[in-house]
């Protein structure tokens, strides 16, 4: 596609309930990660995936979160039973290269807004 | 683990030059790149150094020096649609593969 797509783009769910939040990368982009972002605060890193792999996951804050990414390409973030703290902007972010390259560009999504009430 | 640290807030008027300094502390540091935030939209990149130097794109430039782990963004000629937010970022050489950590962020306020 044309840019990293996220979906849903807003969510809302009660809390105890468990959420799922996909992100479509850029075709060809082997690298994806997952931040958090809080309101007016900055950007939590959460996992990258790159290539074949094994995940980084040094960022997910508790057992609640998870992520996949299947086939090298759609990635899910889960969260289980959801608490209110939970509520922020999920983004997600490709880039063509895990390696240094010129540019070291990443290129975000318009983020999964999630609201825990 | 790695810190950075830049000023939670800058304001400066249209056709002023503004410098938002961004200090970190991390292992395996291999380059400093900033990202532009408008309010509600994603980030963007903007600029990347893995040298000591100055790095020039248009209105803006970004500054690294390696030895004392520090580096900048300069804006020059500002403009309104440049009040935004901006986040350095380090890249982590981890297992041979980047990873990418963002600061808190600066918040540029630009008035008329």
């Known amino acids: 596609g044309a840019g990293v797509s996220q979906s849903p783009s807003n969510k809302v769910t009660e809390k105890g309930k468990d959420v799922e939040l996909r992100c479509d990368p850029i075709?060809?982009?082997?690298?994806l990660y997952w931040y958090r972002q809080s309101l007016g605060q900055g950007l939590e890193f959460l996992i990258y995936?790159?290539?074949?792999?094994?995940?980084?996951k040094s960022g997910l804050p508790s057992d609640r979160f998870s992520a996949e990414r299947t086939g090298g390409s759609v990635s899910t973030l889960t969260i289980q039973r959801t608490q209110q703290e939970d509520s922020a902007v999920y983004l997600c972010?490709?880039?063509?290269?895990?390696?240094?390259?010129?540019?070291?560009?990443?290129?975000f999504g318009e983020g999964s807004w999630l609201t825990v009430v | 683990g790695q810190s950075l640290e830049q000023p939670s807030e800058v304001t400066a008027v249209e056709g002023a030059i503004v410098q938002i300094n961004c200090t970190y502390q991390?292992?395996?540091?291999?380059?400093l790149s900033w990202y532009q935030q408008h309010d509600g939209g994603a980030p963007t990149f903007l600029s990347y150094?893995?040298?000591?130097g100055l790095e020039e794109t248009g209105r803006f430039s970004s500054f690294l020096s390696r030895s004392d782990s520090y580096g900048y963004l300069l804006l020059q000629e500002l403009q309104m649609k440049d009040s935004a937010s901006y986040f350095c970022?380090?890249?982590?050489?981890?297992?041979?593969?980047?990873?990418?950590?963002f600061g808190t962020g600066t918040r540029l306020l630009v008035s008329p």
């Open positions: 995936f790159q290539g074949n792999s094994a995940p980084d």
């Open positions: 970022a380090v890249s982590q050489l981890n297992t041979g593969f980047q990873k990418l950590v």
């Open positions: 075709s060809g982009h082997t690298a």
């Open positions: 150094n893995a040298l000591d």
């Open positions: 991390t292992s395996g540091f291999y380059g």
């Open positions: 972010a490709s880039s063509h290269l895990g390696r240094q390259d010129a540019g070291n560009t990443i290129y």
